[in-house]
Antibody
Framework: QVRLVQSGAEVKKPGASVKVYCRTS????????ISWVRQAPAQGLELVGW????????NYAQKFQGRVTMTTDTSTSTAYMELRSLKSDDTAVYYC???????????????WGQGTTVTVSS | EIVLTQSPGTLSLSPGIRATLSCRAS???????LAWYQQKPGQAPRLLIY???NRATGIPDRFSGSGSGTDFSLTISRLEPEDFAVYYC?????????FGQGTRLEIK
């Protein structure tokens, strides 16, 4: 059974950093990538970026470049997303989703984690 | 960046009725890499359709996708009570991946 299990809710102050994990099981981690998508309250879906489980290559949405770092630990089949210099409008649910292992693979996001709520408030 | 525009914003229909949701792209979607997701309150999105017309694993056959180039649609042949949710289209044919703003399907 394919599963993506995310870390728990976080409350952070403006200017702080948050690191969310996505622990996977039920598939070969290095044959896929992991995308991170966020959803602000009552809003739509927004791509944060993607990381390959195969070689660690990343592709960040322009809006987050310089502020986000995605990494993987293949020994535990876990992906991480760190977002720095948090602002109030970073308040959102952050999802990880299984994706293709290279850009242009033609694979969609077929399995999603349960989401991690990140609240940024002073 | 490809902008996806979904219509209508809200669709109010009764169970048993056919529903058609639209997704229009600002430029052609490469290889028709267009997906549809369903999201219910408090839940993660669920993949319904990929490659414009392919049902994902476990998705009932009342869901179908069609279209190519810039115009795509999702059809639900006979609405079941559990189908009332928000639906998003997504293009993954070119970087950056983008999502439509969503269509809310509500019970009339």
């Amino acid at each position: 059974q394919v599963r993506l299990v995310q870390s728990g809710a976080e409350v952070k102050k403006p200017g702080a950093s948050v690191k969310v994990y996505c622990r996977t099981s039920g598939f070969t981690f290095t044959s896929y990538g992991i995308s991170w998508v966020r959803q602000a309250p009552a809003q739509g879906l927004e791509l944060v970026g993607w990381i390959s489980g195969y070689n660690g290559n990343t592709n960040y949405a322009q809006k987050f470049q310089g502020r986000v770092t995605m990494t993987t630990d293949t020994s535990t089949s876990t992906a991480y997303m760190e977002l720095r210099s948090l602002k109030s409008d970073d308040t959102a649910v952050y999802y990880c989703a299984r994706d293709g292992y290279y850009i242009g693979s033609g694979k969609s996001m077929d399995v999603w984690g349960q989401g991690t709520t990140v609240t940024v408030s002073s | 960046e490809i902008v996806l525009t979904q219509s209508p914003g809200t669709l109010s229909l009764s169970p048993g009725i056919r529903a058609t949701l639209s997704c229009r792209a600002s430029q052609s979607v490469g290889n028709n890499y267009l997906a549809w997701y369903q999201q219910k309150p408090g839940q993660a999105p669920r993949l319904l359709i990929y490659g414009a017309s392919n049902r994902a694993t476990g998705i009932p056959d009342r869901f179908s996708g069609s279209g190519s180039g810039t115009d795509f649609s999702l059809t639900i042949s006979r609405l079941e009570p559990e189908d009332f949710a928000v639906y998003y289209c997504q293009q993954y044919g070119s970087s950056p991946i983008t999502f439509g703003q969503g269509t809310r399907l509500e019970i009339k």
